[in-house]
Every structure is written in structure tokens, then in C-alpha cells.
């Protein structure tokens, strides 16, 4: 497969970290120091179907497709306000498409496995544009008293539209199964039969074993595909990771031992929004005509589960 056109779409309410110290006991440098991040965007007004619609609309336009030429449509999203209908139902009918449509919940890996699924399709069935869309509304799922968390995530969908190619080189996708690390929990709805004890709350977050997971998994996915496609470190163009904590992303640019340069960020202003994070981020890139056609770019990411996913692709759009 390859990548035909992007797409995003970001709420638009700015949350600044002044803004966050008049009910957290926290500070701007407190956060800046430890994150990277200075700002982020947050659903007030907005609807995230809205919102992962518009990101889907922005990538067809980039790619020079109709709703009517989309084959397929894979959706990945953590939570949203509908437990049912899946939400990428509700985007097709708001662009405007007919096609069959896929939800996935791999949270912030979730971009990399649906690239490996559309890729799949792409080469099994009779298919030739998927439309793949991230909408993610964390900062729904926060305990916005716990200073820990609520400060790492903002609110954003990002979108591409892939057809048959070549320029997917290497992908590997990983699961380990470390849910105390990173996890929420909801109350379903009660029944006459209920007499377990459940629990209810925002999301509950181990940082320090979240980030040595994070960083060993990425190195240890990138140095695979690396190898799987049979090429160094210094071949690739631009690392474009998931954009959870800029001392994740410093980490890893030790390990590969690449300049600063390759590591585009737009954490400092967004924060970390899931697995709209690397879409969005490629979008930045590809309207701010900073991607080549040739290049080679390594996505890599990692999420709650604990998922991780790492891939090469050859930009040639």
C-alpha cells in the first residue's frame, strides 16, 4: 500500500499549562521540564464524530477521492460518547461513503495496526482506496485531579487514504499483556443478577512503567524492522513517533543515534492524542511540505495494553 492523502482536525479550545494551575497543584516549568508539552487542544463544544469526520474529508480531498470511490473505512478509537453504533459508522454516513466499515481499539498503536490491516485487504480483496481514521477524546477519560495524567493529553483525529503500492518495506506489531500499567475502567449498567464489585473512575497510569516499556518496545520494534527491511538507522529520513512525552522521543533518538532533526514534535502544543497522534502529526508534515517523495519514514508507537507497532514506508505521494 501506499499513502495517497492526510487529513486532520483538532478541537478549538487551547489549554495552556497556566490555565491547568488554577485547579492542579502544577506549573508550567513543572510540566514543560517533564513532558515537552506547553499547550494542548480540547473538546469543549465539539462532537468527536464531527471531528474524525473532518480530518476523513480532508485526507479524501488530499488523496483526489470521492466518498464513492472509499472501499473501506477503518476506524480506530479508544472511547467516544456511543458505546454502539461503532463510531466509524457514523463517520461513513457523514461523509458520505456506502462502503463496509472497521472499528479498532489498539489505543495510541492504533494508526499502525490499521496501516497492517489495510495493507491485508489491499492485497486480498478486490479493494483499492481504505480510508483510515483516529479519533480520540482522552481528555474524556482523565481524573482531571490527578496532575500525573491529565496533564499528558489533548483531543484530535487524524485521517489517511491508502491504495495499492509498494512502499510499505517492514511492519511488526506487538502485544504484552500489561494492563496495570495503563488502564481505565467504567461501570457498566447494573442487573438484578449483579454481585461482583466494579469499579469506576478516569484513567490510572504507572509513568515510570509505562515509560520503560515504552522506550524498550520501540527500540526493540524499530531495530526489527530496521532489520526486516534491510536497512540502518541512518537510511531513514524522519522518525515519526508516537508523540506521548519528549523524553520518550529523546530516548529513542539515542538509541538510534540520529540527529534532532529527524524527530519532528508537535507534542509542545497538542499533547498526546492517542492514535490520531502519528496521522495527525504526518498531516503537519505533508501540508507544511516538509515530506519528500522518496524518503523513508519509521512510524512507531505504543499504547495501553501494552500495544506497540513499528513500520517503514517510502513517501511517494
Same mark, same amino acid.
Given at each position: 500500500?501506499?499513502?495517497?492523502?492526510?487529513?486532520?482536525?483538532?478541537?478549538?479550545?487551547?489549554?495552556?499549562?497556566?490555565?491547568?494551575?488554577?485547579?492542579?497543584?502544577?506549573?508550567?516549568?513543572?510540566?514543560?521540564?517533564?513532558?515537552?508539552?506547553? +499547550?494542548?487542544?480540547?473538546?469543549?463544544?465539539?462532537?468527536? +464524530?464531527?471531528?474524525?469526520?473532518?480530518?476523513?474529508?480532508?485526507?479524501?480531498?488530499?488523496?483526489?477521492?470521492?466518498?464513492?470511490?472509499?472501499?473501506?473505512?477503518?476506524?480506530?478509537?479508544?472511547?467516544?460518547?456511543?458505546?454502539?453504533?461503532?463510531?466509524?459508522?457514523?463517520?461513513?454516513?457523514?461523509i458520505g461513503a456506502t462502503c463496509p466499515t472497521m472499528?479498532?481499539?489498539?489505543?495510541?498503536?492504533?494508526?499502525?495496526?490499521?496501516?497492517?490491516?489495510?495493507?491485508?485487504?489491499?492485497?486480498? =480483496?478486490?479493494?483499492?482506496?481504505?480510508?483510515?481514521?483516529?479519533?480520540?477524546?482522552?481528555?474524556?477519560?482523565?481524573?482531571?485531579?490527578?496532575?500525573?495524567?491529565?496533564?499528558?493529553?489533548?483531543?484530535?483525529?487524524?485521517?489517511?487514504?491508502?491504495?495499492?503500492?509498494?512502499?510499505l518495506k517492514a511492519i511488526r506489531l506487538s502485544t504484552?499483556?500489561?494492563?496495570?500499567?495503563?488502564?481505565?475502567?467504567?461501570?457498566?449498567?447494573?442487573?438484578?443478577?449483579?454481585?461482583k464489585e466494579e469499579s469506576d473512575g478516569g484513567v490510572?497510569?504507572?509513568?515510570?512503567?509505562?515509560?520503560?516499556?515504552?522506550?524498550?518496545?520501540?527500540?526493540?520494534?524499530?531495530?526489527?524492522?530496521?532489520?526486516?527491511?534491510?536497512?540502518?538507522?541512518?537510511?531513514?529520513?524522519?522518525?515519526?513517533?508516537?508523540?506521548?512525552?519528549?523524553?520518550?522521543?529523546?530516548?529513542?533518538?539515542?538509541?538510534?543515534?540520529?540527529?534532532?532533526?529527524?524527530?519532528?514534535?508537535?507534542?509542545?502544543?497538542?499533547?498526546?492524542?492517542?492514535?490520531?497522534?502519528?496521522?495527525?502529526?504526518?498531516?503537519?508534515?505533508?501540508?507544511?511540505?516538509?515530506?519528500?517523495?522518496?524518503?523513508?519514514?519509521?512510524?512507531?508507537?505504543?499504547?495501553?495494553?501494552?500495544?506497540?507497532?513499528?513500520?517503514?514506508?517510502?513517501?511517494? =505521494?
Amino acid at each position: 500500500m501506499r499513502i495517497i492523502g492526510t487529513g486532520s482536525a483538532r478541537p478549538s479550545l487551547v489549554v495552556t499549562n497556566a490555565m491547568l494551575e488554577n485547579f492542579l497543584d502544577t506549573s508550567d516549568e513543572w510540566i514543560v521540564t517533564r513532558t515537552g508539552i506547553h +499547550e494542548r487542544r480540547v473538546i469543549s463544544s465539539e462532537n468527536l +464524530e464531527d471531528l474524525a469526520s473532518t480530518a476523513a474529508l480532508r485526507a479524501m480531498e488530499d488523496a483526489g477521492v470521492t466518498p464513492e470511490q472509499i472501499d473501506f473505512i477503518i476506524c480506530s478509537n479508544v472511547v467516544n460518547e456511543y458505546v454502539t453504533p461503532g463510531l466509524g459508522c457514523i463517520i461513513q454516513g457523514k461523509i458520505g461513503a456506502t462502503c463496509p466499515t472497521m472499528d479498532i481499539n489498539c489505543a495510541c498503536t492504533g494508526f499502525i495496526y490499521a496501516l497492517d490491516i489495510a495493507e491485508s485487504y489491499l492485497a486480498t =480483496k478486490d479493494m483499492k482506496n481504505i480510508l483510515i481514521v483516529c479519533a480520540e477524546e482522552p481528555s474524556r477519560m482523565m481524573n482531571w485531579k490527578d496532575r500525573s495524567s491529565c496533564i499528558l493529553f489533548g483531543d484530535a483525529a487524524g485521517a489517511a487514504v491508502v491504495t495499492k503500492g509498494d512502499d510499505l518495506k517492514a511492519i511488526r506489531l506487538s502485544t504484552h499483556c500489561k494492563v496495570e500499567a495503563l488502564y481505565q475502567k467504567r461501570k457498566l449498567q447494573p442487573t438484578p443478577f449483579l454481585t461482583k464489585e466494579e469499579s469506576d473512575g478516569g484513567v490510572v497510569m504507572n509513568g515510570q512503567d509505562v515509560f520503560k516499556l515504552a522506550v524498550s518496545s520501540s527500540i526493540k520494534d524499530i531495530d526489527k524492522v530496521l532489520g526486516m527491511a534491510g536497512i540502518t538507522a541512518d537510511d531513514i529520513d524522519l522518525y515519526v513517533l508516537h508523540q506521548a512525552n519528549v523524553r520518550i522521543i529523546e530516548a529513542i533518538q539515542h538509541f538510534v543515534k540520529q540527529d534532532r532533526s529527524k524527530f519532528p514534535v508537535n507534542l509542545n502544543k497538542y499533547g498526546n492524542v492517542s492514535s490520531a497522534s502519528i496521522p495527525a502529526l504526518l498531516d503537519d508534515l505533508n501540508r507544511g511540505n516538509k515530506l519528500r517523495t522518496g524518503e523513508m519514514l519509521l512510524l512507531s508507537a505504543f499504547g495501553a495494553g501494552f500495544t506497540t507497532g513499528a513500520c517503514i514506508l517510502r513517501w511517494s =505521494k
